[in-house]
């Protein structure tokens, strides 16, 4: 959730997806995470 894109509501959760604490953060705290999945073996 954002505020006038100023600030956003961040939610922290466990591996179930489970919340366990929420914070607003301000834009200017913020990392853009890059999301590169690993190939595993079958």
């Known amino acids: ?18 919340t366990f604490a929420m914070e607003t953060v301000d834009h200017s705290k913020l990392l853009r995470l890059i999301n590169e999945p690993e190939l595993i073996a079958v």
């Open 1 to 18: 959730m954002s505020f006038d894109e100023q600030a956003f509501l961040i939610d922290f959760s466990d591996s179930d997806g489970k």
